[in-house]
């Protein structure tokens, strides 16, 4: 199982620890030590191309190669027009079969080679000068025979030929969006004319692959047959139609399937409003619906050219920049010194036990039942295991009304839970996941128990975002089966992520700033126009209000010297507003947990200030929108600086994914250190130095940040001896 967003947070305690991989593809858990990838190693060059095998019928069999996906590296592209030169010119081939090696068509154009693409390359030599018009408009046809993937640049290559066979597994996609680019192989154009607008602009806009069957279904594979056959099927279609038994297509010129300009010209504009909708601060996929306009309404090979200069053009984009680095940063996870590397097996989980059923308890619970695994949820009455359970059936029910699981699956995933008040039946589970309350007595409590009532080997987890996993195995004496697993809410939407201490560091800002004169609705705006999916106020009344206390206080405890101790969330908690739970927080919230704006809040903000005493500080100056960003992140990306110097993160790329992936960082910003480099190091610190003279501990930089300033180093860079103590 392919894994991603793995790493153990804090104190571990000996190299065999497990760690939680959590599987993107299934959603489901796996614990143990990674996954060997011994496609990693160097290969030699000639793995790097493509074959070509001409069979006694006369069919010409390409295959690319290049593992492990068959990317399209300049190589590749260069061995692909050689074979196509041989196979045109050679008599005794009549026609072509374009495959991929070990069951993988492509995916997609070598996300390494953008940088190193040829400077005075002529714009449309590949597109146009090599696909158009020597594959497509060659006088021998071809045929792409299709299983694994074909993405990108792949499935480009495939809508080339003259027709395609796949598998009913295969993937089929655009996803060239996700990366900050457009399709530069005429994918704008082909698809379009292969699968009609609206279908087009879908798989385009929201980057989603068709299955083979569904492919079929609306024209863009010819015939779907089993792994076997495709090969077989693959070179008889293309003798067929060098005889005349089946149409010789050329993808480009169909406009069977492409609506009248008038419904054109609304489906575009329509598509316009979903993708802002969607995405204010994103152009490109603005610029992919002006290549199809240009295409449909100048014709495909003005399409084709202006996909190549628009192409190139967001290539060189700093948000381009940014998603390819989280592509490489997510798989980077998974790469963990002295686990992954030792080809060891992950443990197959079949049970997992939850203590706890409250809002993260029963998130867990839904997440892991969605993914077919026996869960057990204990709780301490009947009463709050009604409720825990009731949780579940809601969670659940939401996925079913949100389209991302059926009716029947209801019934089904629901009998994989059962409720439990005591021990008993943790015997037969292979991990424990603790979530309760942030209270260190009652977890070590816990820990205590779960060692008398679990197997020897079973795994422990603690669901903690803050707390010192030392602290909370100090009364057990299974230290190396104890791991920290920090789920982010709600658990059965967010995918599993290290713990970063960052998530709150951003709110004590926060309340900061508040307490200096700002505005909560203010910095919850700015903060998301950035980028993030909610600001820190609507976020803590998403958490609720205990939550945020009970952390704070382990923050205090912890590290007194860079807290704000802002009284405002407590102040509100005197007088029961809790967060969403309780319809009352920083917003107020309907029947439908709408947010909106009290102005009540005023008051407490008001009480708030008058404890913090500010009046003695220097007066914050005027701030806009760009320095309260950079007043709330960059302490942000101070505390990230701490982690890679204490070792506790492994690497900057994977507080990437954990800023992304957890807090809901803009993936288009490359995650926090990615976004903290766009600045340097010398800016942050400068910043950070200057609050902190009047402002304290809490912008004081630390020493990481502070020499890469001086050297005038990366963030990301790692240092010479750097090592994790992970
Ligand atoms: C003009 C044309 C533009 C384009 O074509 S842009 C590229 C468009 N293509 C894509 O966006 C597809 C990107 N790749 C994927 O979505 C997934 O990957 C796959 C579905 C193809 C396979 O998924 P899974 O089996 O889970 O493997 P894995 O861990 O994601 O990848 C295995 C290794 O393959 C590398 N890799 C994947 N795709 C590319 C690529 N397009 N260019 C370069 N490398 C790629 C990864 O990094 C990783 O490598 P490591 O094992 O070292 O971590």
New binding site residues.
């Given amino acids: 199982m392919?894994c991603t967003c793995t790493t153990v947070r804090e104190e571990r305690t000996s190299a065999t620890i497990c760690h939680l991989y959590y599987s993107e593809?299934s959603r489901a858990i796996v614990v143990g030590a990674g996954v060997l990838?011994p496609?990693?190693l160097l290969r030699p060059a000639s793995d790097m191309a493509t074959t070509m095998e001409v069979r006694r019928d006369g069919v010409a069999v390409i295959t690319v190669s290049n593992p492990?996906?068959n990317?399209l590296s300049l190589d590749v592209i260069a061995s692909l027009q050689r074979d196509y030169g041989e196979a045109l010119r050679r008599s005794d081939v009549k026609a072509i079969v374009l495959t991929g090696a070990k069951g993988r068509f492509s995916?997609?154009?070598?996300?390494?080679a953008f940088d190193k693409k040829p400077k005075n390359e002529k714009p449309g030599s590949l597109s146009i000068g090599f696909l158009t018009d020597i594959v497509e408009d060659a006088p021998k046809p071809s045929v792409a025979a299709i299983d694994g993937?074909a993405?990108?640049?792949g499935l480009?290559l495939a809508m080339v030929c003259h027709a395609r066979v796949s598998t009913s597994s295969a993937q089929l996609g655009l996803?060239?969006l996700?990366?900050g680019?457009i399709?530069?192989?005429g994918g704008t154009q082909r698809l379009p004319r292969l699968v009609g607008l609206p279908k087009a602009l879908e798989m385009l806009l929201m980057s989603k692959p068709l299955k083979g069957v569904e492919a079929h279904k609306f024209g863009l594979v010819d015939a779907v047959v089993s792994a076997d056959e495709l090969i077989s099927t693959a070179c008889s279609w293309a003798l067929e139609i060098v005889e005349d038994k089946c149409p010789w297509f050329r993808s480009l010129h169909r406009t069977d399937r492409l609506p009248a300009l008038e419904e054109t010209k609304k489906i575009l504009n329509f598509a316009r409003l979903q993708a802002q909708k969607q995405s204010a601060s994103l152009q490109h996929p603005l610029v992919c619906i002006d290549v199809i306009e240009e295409g449909i309404i100048s014709g495909p090979r003005a399409g084709l050219m202006k996909e190549t200069l628009c192409?190139k053009m967001l290539e060189m984009s700093q948000i381009s920049k940014s998603l390819r680095h989280v592509f490489?940063a997510q798989?980077a996870t998974s790469k963990i010194p002295n686990i992954s590397n030792l080809g060891l097996t992950p443990r197959r989980i079949n049970k997992v036990a939850i203590v706890g059923g409250g809002l993260m308890g029963s998130g867990i619970a839904t997440a892991l039942i969605s993914n077919n695994l026996l869960v057990i949820l204990k709780e301490v009455n009947e009463q709050f295991l009604d409720a825990g359970i009731s949780r579940v059936k809601a969670n659940l029910r939401s996925l079913v009304k949100r389209g991302q699981m059926t009716k029947e699956d209801y019934e089904k995933k629901l009998s994989l839970l059962s409720g439990v008040l005591d021990y008993e039946q943790f015997r037969e589970a292979d991990v424990v996941i603790e979530a309760v309350i942030e209270d260190v007595s009652l977890k070590q409590k816990i820990f205590a128990d779960l060692e008398k009532y679990c197997h020897s080997d079973c795994i422990f987890a603690t669901n903690t975002s803050t707390i010192d996993l030392q602290l909370i195995c100090q009364k057990t004496s299974c230290k190396d089966r104890i791991a920290g697993a920090h789920f982010f809410s709600p658990a059965h939407v967010m995918p599993l992520l290290e713990i970063i201490r960052t998530h709150w560091t951003s709110s004590q800002v926060a309340c900061f700033l508040v307490d200096y004169g700002l505005d909560v609705y203010h910095i919850d705006h700015v903060i998301t126009k950035f980028g993030m999916p909610m600001g820190p106020f609507r976020l803590a009344d998403l958490v609720g209000f205990g939550v945020a206390v009970a952390s704070r206080k382990q923050y205090l405890q912890s590290y007194p010297e860079r807290c704000y101790k802002s009284m405002l969330i407590e102040i509100m908690l005197e007088e029961n507003r809790t967060g969403e739970s309780s319809r009352k927080g920083f917003y107020l919230y309907d029947d439908k947990r709408k947010a909106s704006p009290d102005p009540e809040i005023k008051k407490y903000v008001e009480k708030s200030r008058s404890m913090a005493s500010t009046a003695q500080y220097p007066k914050l100056p005027k701030l806009t929108d760009n320095d309260i960003v950079e007043i709330m992140l960059f302490p942000v990306v101070n505390e990230a600086c701490r982690l890679l110097d204490e070792g506790v993160a492994l690497k900057a790329s994977d507080l990437d994914v954990a800023s992304i992936m957890g807090r809901g960082f803009p993936s288009y910003r490359g995650g926090v250190m990615f976004w903290a480099d766009s600045f340097g190091a010398k800016y942050i610190y400068d910043r950070l130095k200057a609050w902190s003279k009047y402002h304290g501990g809490i912008f004081e930089p630390c020493e990481y940040l502070s020499t890469r300033s001086r050297q005038g180093l990366s963030l990301a860079a790692m240092a010479d001896g750097a090592m994790s103590r992970l």
């Fill in positions: 392919k593809r990838r496609h990693c492990p996906v990317a995916g997609g154009f070598d996300l390494n993937v993405l990108g640049g480009e996803p060239e996700q990366l680019i399709p530069g192989l192409g490489f798989r």
